[in-house]
């Protein structure tokens, strides 16, 4: 027998489609059936994301560039608006689930002029450009946090809070306690999002580096680095005799995450959401230049919980850092402070509260 599903619309990057496969896989527990649709970009993160079937449209960003790119990318999104409509027409949804970006631009504006019972869930705490924008095409707009800034009184009124949902392995991380203090050591995590940051590998080994051979030999690492700068990082490490794991990727990072002491990173919604479940302090950089600013309001989330240290990129300097990791080492009761402090903010069953308001909104079984 067939199913109508409830289709999902997510772009091809790590933080978008992260909470998207959360809320997929509370759907399918509860029995329904799920596609989703996506841009190019999907096959680099999306192949075992879950779903009976995954179908493409065109994209593209109209924000930045010449004029001329700015017009292809939106004869781009017309183009892909139109084979989001007959895609739509043929799977007839119950509901579509955007998920924010302009990959979600064509679909979402698709199932609205079809008139599919539609949603957006925005991860930051500032709506997005593209959420902005089909905001009011919308039945409802579900927040990842509490406070949502550029969003109008008629939006508002629509919004729900449901939290960022993630990931199984997130939830399980969570019910790890905070780590004990054995041997006095202190367990740092470093990321910068799913591809490393550059500013990570250059600031945190040379602020180590300023460090007494005492200091050092009291600290585990686990760094996260990019491709082209994992070598230097590792090296930077051995030649320090600092005990560290250096890598591209780590695929169990919300073990690590629970492991972690103090975690060192941006501020992504995912990211920020992950900190907040598990219940990590942090020290958060938030991307600068951002056009819509959005990890530095995610970040002012936990900061204002104080369960994080935030500081800008322009003053994350080798000696500040290697100041701050000093502190740390020597307020162990204030990093536990702060870790019940971020997990206070969090919300474990986000996947679950996103799922209940599909639900309230989906269109009937049967096909009108």
Not at 4 to 15: K, L, Q, S
Not at 126 to 154: C, I
Not at 169 to 182: E, H, L, M, T
Not at 274 to 295: F, K, M, N, T, Y
């Amino acid at each position: 027998m067939s199913q109508r599903p409830i289709m999902i619309a997510a772009g091809g990057t790590g933080g978008h489609l992260f909470p998207a496969q959360a809320l997929s896989e509370a759907l399918i527990a509860r029995g329904h059936a799920v596609e989703l649709i996506t841009d190019d970009r999907v096959a680099g993160y999306g192949s075992s994301f879950p779903a009976r079937r995954i179908h493409h449209v065109a994209a593209a960003t109209p924000s930045g560039g010449s004029l001329l790119k700015r017009a292809r990318a939106i004869l781009t999104l017309i183009q892909g608006t139109q084979a989001a409509r007959k895609i739509i027409r043929a799977v007839n949804p119950r509901v579509l689930v955007g998920f924010g970006g302009y990959p979600t631009v064509p679909p979402v504006l698709a199932a609205a002029q079809l008139k599919v019972p539609t949603i957006l869930h925005e991860q930051n705490a500032v709506m997005g450009r593209a959420n902005k924008f089909l905001a009011g095409r919308v039945g409802a707009v579900a927040k990842g946090f509490d406070h949502l800034a550029r969003g109008s009184a008629r939006i508002a009124a629509k919004t729900r809070l449901t939290g960022n949902p993630v990931r199984p392995s997130v939830i399980q991380a969570a019910r790890r306690p905070y780590p004990g203090f054995q041997g006095g050591i202190l367990r740092l995590l470093v990321t910068g999002g799913s591809q490393g940051a550059r500013v990570m590998s250059d600031i945190v080994p040379a602020a180590v580096a300023l460090m007494t051979p005492n200091e050092r030999a009291k600290l585990r690492i686990v760094q996260q680095a990019r491709g082209e700068d994992e070598t230097r990082v590792r090296r930077a490490y051995e030649a320090l005799g600092v005990d560290a794991e250096v890598e591209s990727f780590f695929a169990d990072l919300p073990d690590r995450i629970a492991e972690a002491h103090l975690v060192i990173g941006r501020a992504g919604a995912s990211t920020v959401s992950e900190l907040a479940v598990i219940g990590r302090p942090s020290i958060l950089v938030p991307l600068p230049h951002a056009l819509d600013q959005d990890q530095a309001a995610n970040a002012a989330v936990l900061e204002k919980a104080g369960a994080a240290l935030v500081i800008k990129q322009s003053l994350f300097t080798p000696e500040w850092l290697a100041d701050t990791i000093r502190q740390a080492m020597l307020d162990r009761e204030g990093l536990a402070a702060q870790a019940f402090a971020a997990r206070r903010t969090g919300i474990a069953d986000a996947a679950e509260r996103l799922a209940d308001l599909v639900e309230r909104l989906m269109s009937p079984e049967e096909p009108e």
